[in-house]
């Protein structure tokens, strides 16, 4: 399975690079996606009483001229409601012309009971909110409970930011072609979708290369073969070594969920660093993971030196009180040679956004460490004021501004998480799950991405990983889930990744 996530404009590349290639040319293109339409609805609605086809102005409506063609060469009864013929001399024209059905006026669509929808009516051209009798349409056909097949997109949904323009279908099967679209990864277009069939229509996997895709399904496949092993001959520092500042008294939980994660995901050794007022507290609840005080940057200093962790992370449980941002960024200004990686989450980043510019400043230093960064949408909109404020960006345009503003890796968290690096590569994550909304779930997750970075795994590739596994030991584990249960649950992920 191909895992690169084109935007509209990058498939349009495909399809002119493949039709340049030859000897399919774009009619070719058409049909094979039309019959891969016309396919889906075979084999999932043998029993359709008719099938209603929509089909706009478009390519998307020549796939729906095609798929209404087959469907009827195949006996099923079809009705087929255009908004508009074909430009003429087009593709959609010819598509159109070879299809013998009964072109009726959209208007007159009204979803019968025991029909199927095929909706061809927008895809990747989509370039204005939907409005009209178009909107009319969807309202009747969402509110009639029909099953809905989707050409390429459900219409009005931006394959480029999964935005909804004025209104969209709610697919039961999404069919597109040759590889997903960030669109259908990404909320709020991600729950229109229902299930994404991805069809081939026969654009080469070195064609899609060719293209300037620079975004990934956050997927195993392509980052398994980096999934750390410890050596025969590892020891518990070589393995790696996690470094966690704990809060006050009050609020030591979160480091110790951090800590925790990070040991199961296999770093060697993991320590806490906490204040001498919360000492007793972490002391009481922690066994494998050592404890260290740690009050002042001299306190943390002696430690680097002394115990060399390759990773710290800063943030889970800190609060908000002034010292903690100064505190990451003398962090940041002491570590060359004294770590590798540092990862910022929660407190820490919320922290920082009182001191931006003095942030940004420092990010660009050449010795500045690799920064983590792991924000969900508040903390996001905090860090990145004016980034979180451009109603043109979608998400994963965010994260890789953000990436690139700060000299970061992002994880932008949330149901459609986003991790994107200042290089301009950049992942969607699809197995989240709800589960995963419970206090502290994030301050796992900064764990395992320590742990994964402390054991040497390449950055990108280790915060993709960090969120996939997250994931799937929330998934696995299953509903009564909380944020104590997701550490130990790694144990299953991690063991079926290793090796
Ligand atoms: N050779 C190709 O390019 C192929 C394209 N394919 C299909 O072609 C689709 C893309 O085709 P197009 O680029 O023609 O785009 P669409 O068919 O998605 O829509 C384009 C048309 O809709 C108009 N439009 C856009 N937003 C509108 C709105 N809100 N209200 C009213 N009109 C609006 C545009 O001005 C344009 O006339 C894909 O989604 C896919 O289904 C497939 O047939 C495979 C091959
Ligand atoms: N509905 C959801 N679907 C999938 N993942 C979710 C959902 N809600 C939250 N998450 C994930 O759960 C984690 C929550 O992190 P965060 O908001 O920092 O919580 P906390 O501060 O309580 O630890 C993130 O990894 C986020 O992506
Ligand atoms: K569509």
Redesign the pocket.
């Known amino acids: 399975m191909a895992f690169e996530l084109l935007t509209p404009s990058e498939m349009?590349e495909a399809?002119r690079l493949t039709?340049a290639a030859g000897p399919v040319d774009?009619i070719g293109?058409?049909r094979r996606?039309g019959c891969s339409v016309a396919d889906v609805v075979l084999q999932r609605f043998p029993g359709a009483k008719a099938v209603h086809v929509l089909c706009?102005?478009?390519?998307?409506?020549?796939?729906g001229y095609v798929a209404a063609r087959l469907l009827a060469e195949s006996g099923v009864a079809v009705r087929l409601f255009a908004t508009a013929a074909p430009r003429s001399g087009g593709?959609a024209a010819l598509a159109a012309a070879e299809c013998s059905v009964k072109v009726e006026p959209l208007a007159a669509f009204a979803p019968e009971s025991g029909a199927i929808v095929v909706d061809a009516l927008?895809?990747?051209?989509?370039?204005?909110?939907?409005d009209g009798e178009?909107v009319e349409a969807i309202t009747r056909t969402n509110s009639a409970v029909v099953p809905v097949i989707s050409?390429?997109?459900p219409s009005g949904v931006s394959g480029a930011s999964g935005e909804i323009?004025g209104s969209a279908f709610q697919a039961t099967v999404t069919v597109t072609?040759a590889r997903k679209k960030p669109g259908h990864l990404l909320y709020p277009g991600r729950a229109q979708c229902g299930e994404v069939v991805v069809a081939d229509?026969g654009i080469a996997a070195a064609i899609v290369g060719a293209t300037s895709v620079r975004c990934f399904e956050n997927d195993p496949a392509w980052w398994r073969r980096h999934f750390p092993s410890p050596a025969n001959d590892a020891h518990k520092y070589s393995r790696g070594h996690v470094g966690v500042f704990s809060g006050g008294p009050s609020a030591t939980g979160a480091a110790r969920l951090s800590a925790m994660a990070a040991a199961r995901a296999g770093a060697g050794a993991v320590t806490v660093l906490s204040p001498g007022a919360a000492l007793a507290a972490n002391a009481a609840h922690l066994t494998s993971i050592i404890l260290r005080r740690s009050d002042t940057l001299q306190d943390a200093l002696a430690f680097l030196g002394a115990r060399k962790p390759e990773v710290l992370v800063y943030g889970p449980g800190l609060g908000s009180e002034p010292e903690i941002g100064r505190f990451a960024l003398e962090l940041m200004s002491v570590a060359e040679g004294r770590f590798a990686a540092l990862v910022l989450d929660a407190d820490g980043i919320t922290s920082l956004s009182h001191r931006r510019a003095a942030f940004f400043e420092a990010r660009k230093r050449p010795n500045a460490p690799a920064l983590v960064l792991t924000p969900h949408h508040g903390e996001f909109g905090r860090l990145f004021p004016g980034i979180a404020a451009d109603a043109s960006l979608s998400k994963l345009e965010r994260a890789r501004a953000a990436a690139a503003k700060a000299n970061a890796i992002i994880i932008y968290k949330g149901p459609d998480t986003v991790i994107a690096v200042p290089d301009g590569r950049a992942a969607i994550n699809a197995n989240g799950t709800s589960l995963l909304a419970t206090a502290g779930s994030g301050d796992v997750l900064s764990g395992i991405v320590a742990a994964l970075l402390a054991q040497r795994m390449p950055a990108f590739e280790a915060a993709c990983a960090a969120v996939w596994i997250h994931a799937e030991a929330a998934r696995r584990f299953g509903p009564g889930l909380i944020a104590e249960d997701l550490p130990l649950a790694l144990r299953e992920v991690v063991a079926g990744l290793s090796g």
């Open positions: 349009a399809d039709i774009g293109l058409m996606a706009g102005p478009g390519n998307n409506g020549g796939d593709d927008y895809g990747a051209g989509l370039s204005k909110p939907l178009v050409v390429d997109l323009m072609f229509i």
